[in-house]
């Protein structure tokens, strides 16, 4: 089963932000490229989970994410995004 994957605008800022500010670029789409498809394939194997029953964070070199997953709509939502030193 897949699900739909979506960044809100404050991750996507996130996103743009590291993108920016980064020399290898290449690692940057690689990366959030890779995330998206775990996020389709299995967002719940991807990552693990937090405090809250929807929340969960994982990581791809050089970005790091949360996200909420809502199994029953098939819908994940990247919430945030930071640089993973």
Known sequence: MKFEV??????EE???DIYLNLPNKDDVVAASKAIDRYLALDPLDFGE??????????QVSPI???YEVIV???K???TRAWLVK
């Open 76 to 78: 994940v939502f990247v």
């Open 72 to 74: 029953d709509d098939h």
């Open 6 to 11: 979506s960044w809100v605008p404050s991750a």
């Open 49 to 58: 989970s937090r405090q809250s029953s929807v929340e969960r964070v994982g």
């Open 14 to 16: 996130d996103l743009a």
């Open 64 to 66: 790091g994410i949360s």
